[in-house]
Each structure stands twice: as C-alpha cells, then as structure tokens.
C-alpha cells in the first residue's frame, strides 16, 4: 500500500462551509473530476447552493468529502437510492482531484462508502456505473468485489461520440467489509 491510501490516511466526512472553494472546484475546472466525470460547464454555483440547500446530505442524494489525515478535501463520493423500495439499492460515485489519482485514494474511499451503506443502510444491493474506457475505475471495482453485469451501448456521449457505460453490482452478501 501507498501512504495514500492506507485508511488510516484518507477518510470521508460531511462538507463544510470551509470546503466551498473544493466544490467550486468541480464547477469550474474541467480537470478536477476528471475526463470522465465532466459534464460540462454549468452554473459555477450550483455546487455552493446545494451546500447550502441541505450539506450535500438529503434523502434523494448525498455526497461526502474524501479527506487526507490532515482533513484537507481532495475528492467526493456519493450515493443515490435506486430500485424499489428505496434504500435497497444505492448507486455510488467517486470523484478524486487529478493531483492525487493513481495512489489507491479512490478505491480507499469507494471502500470506505461500502462499509458505510452496508453497515449502516438497509442496502441489499450496491451498483456503479462507469465509463467503458475508464479502466482505472473498472479495476478499482473490481477489487472492491463488484461484478461486472453489463454493458449500456452508446448510453454517454463523449468527446464527440457515443460510448458504452458499464453496470457494476456487489450484493450484501458477497460484501467483505475491509477489502480489498
């Protein structure tokens, strides 16, 4: 393991007032979530008002810092209810800042939200969607104990075309807290 991402050294926490200038970040710079993950520009405020709104913590979504020992925000995760009834199902995402990809940080925290839905949700089934060409996030995954389950042709459209996004899924009971 890297220093990155032992987790003793990353951890996730509910945003502050203090984090604004981050989620601005992910508003205003392209680079900051990611070639996959941009959407494209937006409101640069959209992120402020919704920290405002509820803390990025609501029945409907919810979003949570990654945070370094020293608690400085270098990424987010996130989780929505899916299925029926709500809470069986939640899909998850990961955001982490470009100076700090290629440490582990993103499966540390990605295994650290697992944890956290499994033990604390009434969460059967957990599922991520990712990018065809984002072979760091399938791997990441992976070792998380997702399966892959499928593939939704042309469902995105990047850089000028439309690419394929797989379907990740990791049951209750495959879940192995701690892992990779």
């Known amino acids: ?11 996730l926490r509910a945003f502050t007032e203090a984090d604004l200038a981050f989620l601005d970040r992910l508003c205003t710079d392209p680079d900051a979530l990611g070639e996959f993950e941009w959407p ?3 409101d ?6 919704r920290w405002e709104s509820d803390g990025y913590i609501s029945a409907e979504s919810a979003a949570v810092a990654i945070a370094r020992a020293d608690d400085t925000v270098i990424g987010i995760v996130s989780w929505k209810p899916r299925g029926f009834p709500s809470g069986v199902t939640y899909e998850i995402g990961v955001g982490v800042l470009p100076e700090h990809r290629g440490q582990g940080v993103g499966t540390v925290a990605q295994r ?15 599922e991520a969607l990712t990018n065809g060409g ?3 996030e399938q791997k990441a995954l992976e070792r998380l104990g997702f399966r892959r389950e499928g593939v939704m042709h042309g469902r995105s459209f990047y850089h000028g075309e439309y690419v394929d996004v797989l379907v990740y899924g990791l049951l209750r009971s495959e879940h192995r807290p701690g892992t990779p």
């Open 44 to 49: 640069p405020r959209a992120r402020r008002k």
């Open 1 to 11: 393991m890297t220093p990155a991402n032992r987790p003793d050294k990353v951890h």
């Open 112 to 126: 650290l939200l697992v944890d956290y839905l499994f033990g604390r949700t009434t969460a059967n089934r957990i």
């Open 40 to 42: 494209g520009f937006g």
């Open 134 to 136: 984002n072979l760091g």
